[in-house]
């Protein structure tokens, strides 16, 4: 089970925020590997406005997660709502550890061809 540590800046931290990004998350266990769903995900939410001209909240959410070998890191920003920002952070992260994954397993694949083709040689 993956373990969650949430920060919140410059807004409330509530119940509702914390069941909201638990459950976006466990659907990023889904695409872990068994090995790997020991992990940390450390998630910071922000509500951002001092530094805009036009006075418009921006939310803010970025998760930093270690898996095996490879840190992610993933920042989402939204002008209308926390919740939006959580969902594009979590689409973002998903799409970044597929990547990897797929990344990973091809490498993989062909390093065994190259080896086998190498065997074959042998003979």
């Known amino acids: 089970m993956m373990r969650l540590i949430l920060k919140a800046t410059g807004i409330e931290h509530t119940n ?5 990004v ?5 659907e990023l266990e889904k695409v872990l590997d068994p090995k790997e769903k020991s992990c940390i995900a450390r998630v910071e939410i922000a509500k951002e406005t001092k530094h805009h ?3 418009v909240d921006v939310y803010k959410a970025e998760l930093t997660m270690r898996t095996g070998k490879k840190d992610f890191r993933v920042t989402a920003t939204d002008e209308s709502d926390l919740y939006a920002a959580i969902d ?3 689409d973002h992260i998903v799409r970044d550890i597929k990547e990897h994954r797929d990344r990973s397993r091809k490498l993989q694949k062909d390093g065994d061809r190259k080896v086998k083709k190498v065997l074959r040689a042998m003979k």
């Open 88 to 90: 594009a952070m979590k």
């Open 22 to 26: 638990g459950s976006r998350l466990r």
């Open 16 to 20: 509702a925020i914390d069941t909201y």
């Open 53 to 55: 001209k036009t006075g």
